[in-house]
Nanobody, 130 residues
Framework: GVKLVESGGDSVQVGGSLTLSCVIT????????MAWFRQAPGKEREGIAT???????????YYDDSVKGRFTISRNYAKATTYLQMKNLKFEDTAMYYC????????????????????WGQGTQVNVSS
């Protein structure tokens, strides 16, 4: 089966940057859709960025409005790793960040539904402070 391991979470100041990594330890080719979700205390887990593998062209990325223009999702197939580059971090970006994968690429397209993602990592914490 597929296992996901996130890393890169840290405490940063407002306006700072972080890059999260998600390593897929097994069977990367079945993960057509890679996604990053986050969950803040007292809130539901929300999908913020996805990357759909496209055979005939560039991978297709989707971003929630809350992170559009500040976050970038990318994937290095050789390293079996998906990244989330985060810039201009805001206080409201504080959350536990989770990597998730789905076999069906269409699940990368909104609306993002948690139940559509078969595999999840354990999460990595991001704290943004003033």
């Amino acid at each position: 089966g597929v296992k996901l391991v996130e890393s890169g979470g840290d405490s940063v100041q407002v306006g700072g940057s972080l890059t999260l990594s998600c390593v897929i330890t097994e069977d990367i080719y079945s993960s057509t859709c890679m996604a990053w979700f986050r969950q803040a205390p007292g809130k539901e887990r929300e999908g913020i960025a996805t990357l759909e593998s496209v055979r005939s062209g560039a991978d297709a990325a989707y971003y929630d409005d809350s992170v559009k223009g500040r976050f970038t999702i990318s994937r290095n197939y050789a390293k079996a790793t998906t990244y989330l580059q985060m810039k201009n971090l805001k206080f409201e970006d504080t959350a536990m960040y989770y990597c998730a994968s789905a076999f069906f690429g269409g699940f990368c397209r909104p609306p993002l539904v948690r139940g559509n993602f078969e595999y999840w990592g354990q999460g990595t914490q991001v704290n943004v402070s003033s």
